[in-house]
């Protein structure tokens, strides 16, 4: 499967924005998403995944309450809306696909968009 992320861009603090992922193959009905991040000077961490069918959802600390993960399978999609943004959140985004279930390590993904860069100015 390959994957393109998209939707990036600068909002103020508080405002939000909503990341997509394209992904092409028919087989992406059957993988995992989800979408890590990558901060100036940092190492790439987990933000949200979602199983195959969308019941199953997970996220990291720092976004729970703020962010929710969902995904289209009839159009090949998986979407993050993020609400509250913070300086914080400013990062490179990363979709990607891997297994059946919901994980947070990105050991487990296989196919990794380019990245969309989200900035957060205060």
């Known amino acids: 499967v390959q994957l393109q992320a998209s939707g990036g861009g600068l909002v103020q603090a508080g405002g939000s924005l909503r990341l997509s992922c394209a992904a092409s193959?028919?087989?992406?009905?059957?993988?995992?998403m989800a979408w890590f991040r990558r901060a100036p000077g940092k190492e790439r961490e987990f933000v949200a995944a979602?199983?195959?069918?969308?019941?199953?959802?997970s996220y990291a600390d720092s976004v729970k309450g703020r962010f929710t993960i969902s995904r289209n399978n009839a159009e090949n999609m998986v979407y993050l809306q993020m609400n509250s943004l913070r300086p914080e959140d400013t990062a490179v985004y990363y979709c990607?696909?891997?297994?059946?279930?919901?994980?947070?390590?990105?050991?487990?993904?296989?196919?990794w968009g380019q990245g969309t860069q989200v900035t957060v100015s205060s």
């Open positions: 990607a696909a891997g297994g059946s279930y919901v994980h947070t390590s990105e050991t487990n993904f296989g196919a």
């Open positions: 193959g028919r087989t992406f009905g059957s993988y995992a």
């Open positions: 979602i199983n195959w069918s969308g019941i199953s959802t």
